[in-house]
């Protein structure tokens, strides 16, 4: 392993090169990089240099993953078995410097620590070209390459200049027909992904790197209450018919339902009450409402119980509540052995060991469906992410680097690479 103050260099260096990525974007004065965005190509350059300087191979697959391979000790087996590390490139409108970067460059630091050795399995570093769906509303576009999910929907879809996806990759240099030819099969060890946390729960827990053992199931849904609208002046309070009135009192049930379930998360984060005027009484009342869990059946007994809260305070209220299902996104646990491993090796990096489940989606969560996946989380300072002042510690991805490097170790010698 390096020396503390090697390690520490090592950390330096990882976090001037997100800065320095962070200049490549679309707007003046702040970062956004979307899928295959002109950035994009000037990102991959510096950081297939980066990874030249290792000794890995870069190339760009059809789907615009930056794909960096460092050899086996015996390259040249019949089947070389990869073992792959990465996160994504693109960004968030206005965003920070390490959302999903830190993924990508971290993984290096690990290859240049490494000062040549070699394992049985080689390492490939992957810097998916779409996590955020900023630009087609549709995220994933690069890891779903990876699992063969990436299919002709996704790739007819348009961005605001009537751009498809397909499109998009033909105008990078890229062949839309070979995306098949990008994914991934029986070689594949796993994936793990290093990934700042973008909340403040190991922030709170004193703890610099958190072990991710699931990524939490989601609901997504519309609720509309439909009232009657009427003069806000003439109605008496007890003959109206108020939707906004009735969305209020749901929006309590939503808080106190999570407040009182270990573990969920449920927000109402829009609301709209028609026709909008001072001087009216809301006839309609339309709200999202947003439910995680990494447990799918508590997540299902939340919405099911929130429902009936809707139509309840409807029927008490004289009312009526339609909903729509938006999204339902099951619950994608991490690879236990995985999982155990990063455990062990978080505790011989000097961390006591932290599981966590993470809130957010990640690349790791499609990766799980066809290979071992892991992610682990670094302290985000404040809880701050998708905004510029967004950062990590130094020492934190100095025991990142330090956990990546044991985690490496234990892999090789155990039955994973057979």
Not at 194 to 213: M, S
Request: hydrophobic share 45%; net charge negative.
């Amino acid at each position: 392993m390096q020396a503390s103050h090697d390690k520490s260099d090592s950390a330096s260096e990882v976090i001037a090169r997100c800065q320095t990525l962070a200049r490549f974007s679309e707007d003046a004065g702040s970062i956004r990089r979307t899928f295959l965005s002109p950035p994009m190509r000037v990102c991959h350059r510096h950081i297939a240099d980066w990874a030249g300087g290792c000794g890995a191979t870069s190339r760009v697959d059809a789907a615009g993953n930056l794909r960096m391979v460092y050899p086996a000790a015996k390259p040249d087996a019949t089947v070389v078995r990869r073992l792959l590390i990465g996160s994504h490139l693109d960004t968030v409108p206005n965003a920070g410097a390490y959302d999903g970067i830190l993924g990508v460059v971290l993984p290096l630091a690990l290859l240049g620590a490494l000062n040549g050795r070699k394992f049985p399995f080689a390492i490939e570093v992957v810097g998916f070209s779409e996590e955020e769906g900023v630009r087609f509303g549709a995220p994933f576009i690069g890891s779903r390459a990876l699992v063969g999910t990436l299919d002709e929907d996704l790739l007819n879809r348009q961005d605001a200049h009537g751009i498809s996806v397909s499109k998009a990759i033909a105008d990078f240099g890229l062949s839309p027909a070979e995306i098949p030819q990008a994914a991934i099969g029986s070689e594949v060890l796993g994936f793990l992904e290093f990934h700042i946390e973008q909340g403040p729960v190991l922030e709170n827990a004193g703890r610099p790197l958190g072990v991710v053992e699931a990524v939490v199931g989601q609901s997504r849904l519309e609720f509309i209450f439909i009232g009657r609208a009427n003069h806000a002046g003439t109605t008496p309070m007890n003959l109206r018919r108020d939707a906004l009135a009735a969305a209020a009192e749901w929006i309590g049930a939503v808080e106190r339902r999570a407040e009182t379930t270990s573990g969920l998360m449920a927000t109402v984060g829009t609301i709209q009450a028609m026709p909008g005027a001072t001087n009216v009484i809301p006839g309609e009342a339309r709200l999202s409402l947003d439910v995680r869990h990494q447990n799918d059946e508590a997540r299902n007994a939340a919405v099911d119980y929130l429902v009936r809260a809707a139509e309840d305070i409807a029927v008490r209220r004289g009312l009526g509540v339609r909903r729509n299902i938006v999204m339902n996104q099951l619950a994608v646990p991490m690879d236990p052995f995985l999982v155990s491993q990063v455990e062990q090796a978080v505790g011989k990096a000097g961390c006591e060991p932290y599981r966590m489940v993470s809130g957010a989606g990640h690349d790791a969560m499609i990766m799980a469906a066809k290979v071992p996946s892991a992610m682990i989380f670094l302290r985000t300072p404040g809880g701050i992410s998708h905004d510029p002042a967004e950062s990590v510690e130094v020492d934190d991805v100095a025991k990142a680097i330090d956990c990546g490097l044991h985690l490496l170790e234990q892999l090789s010698s155990t039955e994973f690479q057979k």
